[in-house]
């Protein structure tokens, strides 16, 4: 009798919980991202702390939501992390890739100026794992207050089209491509909502953890 009330207790009381990893290159805005998802959802709402360092390991936090439990893991886009980034994608149920809108040079591969040979590789890497095949992917576009920034179009057409299209964009899988200012919080509500219903979307192939 006690296992069974216990078990009813724990079926009413808990949620599931999904984990999003954050890439993007070093300098993209992962790290103020995730400052801006903690002030808005964490039932304290701090502060978010603008000033950021460059992420050396990893900062996670669990944001809980109506009917969920969001767990971020933002980690550090160096090159010499970023080996480190596949240990995650067997047990993430989304990725959230961002990229900064002002150094890809004019967001074209077909140019590919500024680091935008470098953020294409970067993505065809991550999308060509085998661990994370059919995994909701949210592209951000971010720094988007800034005046020398590339439309979020452009990088839609220019690169995120090229790659998913491409052959090393291969597996099918739930996508978008969003515009964001991490700094000024535009656009980050609309993120967090993006993934909540597509990590549902998945649940079947990427189940959640129930806490
Ligand atoms: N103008 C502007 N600056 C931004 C925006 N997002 C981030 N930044 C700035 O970009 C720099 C890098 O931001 P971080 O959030 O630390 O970048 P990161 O992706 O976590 O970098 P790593 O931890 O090294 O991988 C900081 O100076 C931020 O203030 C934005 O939307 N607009
Ligand atoms: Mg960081």
Not at 71 to 83: A, N
Not at 110 to 124: A, M, S
Not at 187 to 206: L, Y
Request: hydrophobic residues 35%; negative net charge.
């Amino acid at each position: 009798m006690y296992h069974l009330a216990k078990g009813i207790y724990l079926y009413a009381t808990s949620k599931p919980e999904y984990s999003v990893i954050l890439l993007g290159l070093d300098n993209a805005g992962k790290t103020t991202f995730h400052e801006q998802v903690k002030s808005l959802f964490l039932p304290s709402n701090p502060e978010p702390k603008l000033r950021t360092v460059p992420t050396v390991g990893q900062n996670v936090s669990t944001i809980p939501l109506q009917d969920m439990y969001l767990k971020l893991w933002d980690v550090g886009g160096q090159m010499t992390l970023r080996s480190l980034w596949q240990s995650y994608y067997a047990s993430c149920h989304a990725i959230v890739f961002i990229i900064d809108s002002t150094d890809i040079g004019d967001g074209d591969v077909e140019n590919g100026d500024g680091r935008l040979d470098e953020c294409r590789l970067v993505l065809e890497d991550v999308l060509q794992h085998s661990d994370t095949e059919g995994v909701p992917l949210l592209i951000l576009a971010n720094k988007q207050d800034r005046e020398d920034c590339v439309e979020t179009i452009r990088i839609k057409e220019g690169l995120v089209k090229k790659v998913m299209e491409g052959e090393k964009g291969a597996s099918i899988r739930d996508s978008r491509v969003l515009s964001m200012s991490a700094l000024t919080g535009d656009g980050v509500r609309e993120a967090v909502d993006w993934i909540r219903t597509r990590v549902q979307w998945n649940k079947e192939s990427r189940p959640p953890v129930m806490r």
